[in-house]
């Protein structure tokens, strides 16, 4: 996900990593559960593919959905946090080294994964391709264009929205440094076009920013995660981070959060 020098604060062994899992399915299990319950309507007998699965909390959602005659393959590059279940099988795996799983799914499921891949829009078709007749594909991924508009919502006084700033801005370079795209979840529904899918949809979601929720409570986890790369690579220092700490928790404080946007493809029966 990150280069060599930052990859071990992202990884699943990491001190920290249990943390990090629980707050991104505290903030986006509710959303995803919605999607593929009301929309995708996962059913009893289906086959998924839960990639990139973390912590294993939406494999755990997705084996109730498909009873006892359904099966979940859970795959990540160290899967760990997947808790044991009958219907469940957790896979280490690379999904641009290694072998797929067979037989293809009735749905296939990764959030916050191909924006942190190379070849994100050659495997975004070939996992359109690896469904059956009539099954999904279901794409989730960050985009921080909300930053345009501004980061903060609440009223702040100078300096604290110029630390802010410029922790956006590390995030950004960090990001540019080891091929992350905070863009291609915008462009997603086009490369799945342009492959020749036609039953495609959006949907946007922002999580809530106050101080003291889990967005904020995210983002002042990965004030730590980041802080060497921060304090060598931008103008913050560790009083700065302090103070971002601090306004993340304050209930009076309102950040700008990532657009989440999720791409469904339909495949025709």
């Known amino acids: ?22 707050l991104l399915a505290e903030i986006l299990n509710r959303e995803t559960f919605g999607i593929l319950g009301e929309e995708v309507r996962v059913g009893h007998g289906w086959r998924c593919w839960d990639v990139g699965t973390g912590d294993g909390s939406v494999a755990r959602w997705l084996a109730a959905r498909v009873g006892t005659s359904g099966h979940v393959v859970a795959s990540d590059l160290k899967p760990q946090h997947v808790p044991d279940h009958p219907r ?27 924006m942190h891949l190379a070849d994100r829009d050659a495997i975004a ?18 985009y921080s264009g909300a930053a345009e508009d501004g980061l903060i919502k609440s009223p702040v006084d100078e300096y604290t929205a110029r630390i802010f700033q410029d922790y956006h801005d590390g995030v950004q370079k960090l990001a540019g440094q080891t091929g992350m795209d905070f863009d291609w979840a915008r462009r997603t529904p086009d490369v799945l076009a342009a492959a020749g899918y036609r039953d495609i949809t959006v ?26 790369f921060l304090l060598s690579q931008t103008n913050l220092t560790a009083a700065d981070l302090a103070v971002i700490r601090e306004t993340l928790m304050d209930p009076e404080f309102e950040m700008v959060t990532n657009h989440t946007y999720t791409t469904i493809v339909r495949l025709p029966k």
């Open 125 to 142: 078709a070939k996992l359109a391709a690896h469904l059956r007749p009539g099954g999904a594909l279901v794409l989730t991924d960050w």
């Open 1 to 22: 996900m990150y280069s060599t020098e930052h990859k071990q604060r992202f990884d699943n062994d990491a001190p920290v990593a249990t943390e990090q899992l629980s």
């Open 88 to 114: 469940i099988e957790a896979i280490r795996h690379d999904l641009t080294r290694d072998p797929w799983p067979e037989p293809k799914f009735d749905l296939i499921h990764a959030r916050l994964l191909l």
């Open 203 to 228: 949907r946007d979601y922002q999580a809530p920013g106050e101080g003291g929720k889990p967005t904020a409570l995210l983002a002042r986890l990965h004030t730590g995660m980041l802080e060497p």
